[in-house]
């Protein structure tokens, strides 16, 4: 591994014409891991390095920060292993702790905190909770550090399809019926429960409020599998939402933010599954050939003409900033219902929202800049 070069911490308010520094943040503790450090290894193989010195940091499944291998190979999916941040994989790192202190720290047993210099900005290529969902876009924003994408309410409220959905019913946006299932709520009055499931009507996808990757989600055909479906989801949240099932093709929308505020849309693509899979579920999304990905979609104009519009809609009613990818079910009758929001989709250069990017006319190396170009543009604090 090169060595990375302190920086002293004053360049920040000197003009400089130096490298910016990017800190890339991955791996991390939720369940999206692996698909994170993937992420990692497509982005360090891509970035423009004559513009910007890169740091790469992986975090364990523990949530130790550790400085790691600037490497694609050590990061990537490769014969079917899954990438994986360890202890071991390089000096402990420590984030910024006070307001206006931009620099990162090294941590090495034994030693006195070794000073790693400036960042200028962290790209967070983290998925789910403690990384997607509001609570390191918190830390970044104690310290001033300016970050790609969404800010703290918008990743949180995205992350959490019970808030995202209220959020965007009062945007007047179409989202299908639904219900929220409390913390609690099943353990004190489960017959309430199944009378409001019921009402939905056969089939429901019940699901964590909070997870990702459709970790935690069941299709349920009919009451006899909901107790093991609401088991299932709640091992991972308290706070569970039950949506009616809506038919329609699965089809997804990539948006990107200029520094002025404008958002693109890209062409939309289309996701379909092969096989067993009776929905779009974790085993399908990353252990199996069973996807099969178009970009662009093929659908009649006025379908992408709805579903391009929703999207910017749909980012702007959750306050998002920098990308989003938006995921609708498009009906047989043209109708488009969204699904959800998220905040830092997949971003391996073959996952969705690069792809999406590509068909458009925005190669994966570009994107990357832009992203990283708008987060260096706003301000830091309240925005
Ligand atoms: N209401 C629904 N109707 C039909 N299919 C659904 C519904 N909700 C979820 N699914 C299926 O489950 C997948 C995962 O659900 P989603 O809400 O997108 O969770 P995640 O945030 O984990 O991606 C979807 O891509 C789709 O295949
Ligand atoms: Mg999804």
Partial sequence: ?????????????????????????????????????????????????????????????TGRWVLAADDPERWAISAGVLPEVK?????????????????????EPGQVPRELGQVDVVFPLLHGPFGEDGTLQGLLELTDVRYV????????????????????????????????????????DPEAVRDDVEELGWPVFVKPARAGSSVGITKV?????????????????????????????????????????????????????????????????????????SCPADLPDEVIARVRELSVR?????????????????????????????TMPGFTSSSMYPRMWAATGLAYPELIDRLIQTALGRPTGLR
């Fill in 87 to 107: 202890d071991g994989d390089g000096p402990g790192v420590i984030a910024p702790v006070q307001t206006g202190d931009h620099a990162l720290q090294v941590l």
């Fill in 149 to 188: 994408g969404a800010g703290v309410l918008a990743s949180a409220a995205s992350m959490d399809k019970a808030v995202m959905k209220v959020m965007l019913k009062g945007a007047g946006l179409p989202v299908g019926e639904y219900l929220v299932v409390r913390p609690g709520q099943w353990q004190r």
């Fill in 1 to 61: 591994m090169e060595a990375i070069q302190p920086v002293a911490a004053t360049d920040a308010s000197a003009p400089s014409t130096r490298r910016k520094r990017v800190a890339v943040l991955f791996g991390g503790r939720s369940s999206e891991h692996a698909v994170s450090c993937a992420t990692a290894s497509s982005v360090l193989r891509a970035i423009d390095r004559d513009a910007y010195d890169v740091i790469p940091i992986g975090v364990t499944r």
């Fill in 314 to 342: 749909t980012f702007e009613a959750m306050n998002c900033e920098g990308l989003a990818r938006v995921d609708f079910f498009v009906q047989a009758d043209g109708s488009v219902v969204v699904n959800e929001i998220n």
């Fill in 221 to 293: 055909d009919g009451p006899d599998e909901l107790d093991a479906a609401m088991a299932e989801a709640l091992r991972h949240d308290r706070k569970l939402v039950i949506e009616a099932a809506v038919v329609g093709r699965e089809i997804e929308c990539a948006v990107l933010q200029a520094a002025d505020g404008s958002c693109a849309t890209s062409l939309p693509g289309e996701i379909e599954f092969v096989g067993e899979h009776t929905f779009y579920d974790f085993e399908a999304k990353y252990l199996d050939d069973a996807t099969k990905l």
